[in-house]
């Protein structure tokens, strides 16, 4: 079994540990590049009856 696993903590988890950790050990003038990958941005779309709920309102 894998440590990570044995830790209790699923993949996803175990790999943002794992790249926050290198971004911080990485050399100053390398560090702020890398630290900017680290942000994410998310969109959410709601799903209503097997569509996305604001495609659907448009078209009805």
């Known amino acids: 079994?894998?440590?990570w696993r044995q830790a209790?903590?699923?993949y996803i988890n175990y790999s943002n540990i794992a790249a926050k950790i290198l971004?911080?050990?990485l050399k100053p003038e390398l560090r702020t590049?890398?630290?900017r990958r680290?942000?994410?941005h998310v969109r959410i779309?709601?799903?209503t009856d097997g569509r996305p709920a604001?495609?659907?309102s448009k078209a009805a």
């Open 45 to 47: 779309t709601p799903w």
């Open 8 to 10: 209790g903590l699923n």
């Open 54 to 56: 604001h495609l659907k």
């Open 23 to 25: 971004r911080r050990s």
């Open 38 to 40: 680290d942000d994410s």
């Open 1 to 3: 079994m894998s440590a």
């Open 33 to 35: 590049e890398a630290l």
